[in-house]
C-alpha cells in the first residue's frame, strides 16, 4: 500500500504525519519530495527535500525521473523522484506521499487501489492564515500566496479518499491514525 496526504499548506499535515511516524515508527518511509524552493530553518537536505537549483530540477524532468511535479506556487517547482517510491519499498515501508492537491490526484490515478489519499482540511481560511502567521515560516508576499491557492486547493477535496478537518488537534490525530490503520496498515 501507499498512504498520500495532500492539504492547502498550513492546514496541519506535517504534525499529523509526525505524530503518526511516532506510533509506528517501522512501518513507514517518508518519500522525499525534490524542489526548488530555498530551505528553512531546521530543514535539511535529503531529509526534508532534494533541494535543488532550477536547472538540476528541469534535468531530472528531461531525464523522466519524476513519479509526478508541479509547478504548486509561481516558480517554485515540486516533484516526487520515482527512485524514492522504490528505495521505500525496497525497506520493506509503506511509502507515504506529502504532496499538494494535483500531484495526490496524480499519484492515486497512478496507483489506483494501490494508494489511500488523505486531505487535511482547515477549519476555514482565517484560521489557516493565523496558523501560518504563528508558524512564522512565511513572508507576507509567501503567506498571500498560500492563502490564494488554498482556496482552488479545497475544491479538490472530495477527489480523496477520505477528508480529516484539523480543527481540535487531538480529534484529528485521531481520525487520521484511525483511518490509515484501517485502510492503510491493515493491507500491509
Ligand atoms: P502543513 O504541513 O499542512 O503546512 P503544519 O503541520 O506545519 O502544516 O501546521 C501549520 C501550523 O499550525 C504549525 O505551526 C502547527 O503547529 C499548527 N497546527 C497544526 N494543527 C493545529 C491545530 N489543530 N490547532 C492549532 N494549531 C495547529
Ligand atoms: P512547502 O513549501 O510548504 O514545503 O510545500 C508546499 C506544497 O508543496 C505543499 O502542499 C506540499 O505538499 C507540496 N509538495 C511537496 N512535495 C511535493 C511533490 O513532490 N509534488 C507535489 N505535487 N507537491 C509537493
Known sequence: MNLIVSAPSGSGKTTLLKK???????????????????????EQDKKDYYFLSLEDFQ??????????????????????????????????????????V???VNIKNILGNQAYSVFIMPPDTEVLKQRLINRNTETPESLNKRIQRAEME?????????????DDLDKAVNEFVQTVNKHVLCHG
Open 20 to 42: 503518526l511516524f511516532g506510533l509506528y515508527p517501522d512501518r513507514f518511509g517518508f518519500s522525499v519530495s525534490a524542489t526548488t524552493r530555498k530551505p528553512r530553518q531546521g
Open 59 to 100: 534535468r531530472k524532468i528531461n531525464k523522466q525521473a519524476f513519479l509526478e511535479y508541479e509547478q504548486v506556487y509561481d516558480g517554485l517547482y515540486y516533484g516526487t523522484l520515482k527512485s524514492e517510491t522504490e528505495r521505500i519499498n525496497d525497506l520493506g515501508l509503506i511509502p507515504v506521499f506529502d504532496v499538494d
Open 102 to 104: 494535483k500531484g495526490g
Open 154 to 166: 479545497i475544491k479538490y477535496a472530495d477527489k480523496f479518499d477520505c477528508i480529516i478537518v484539523n
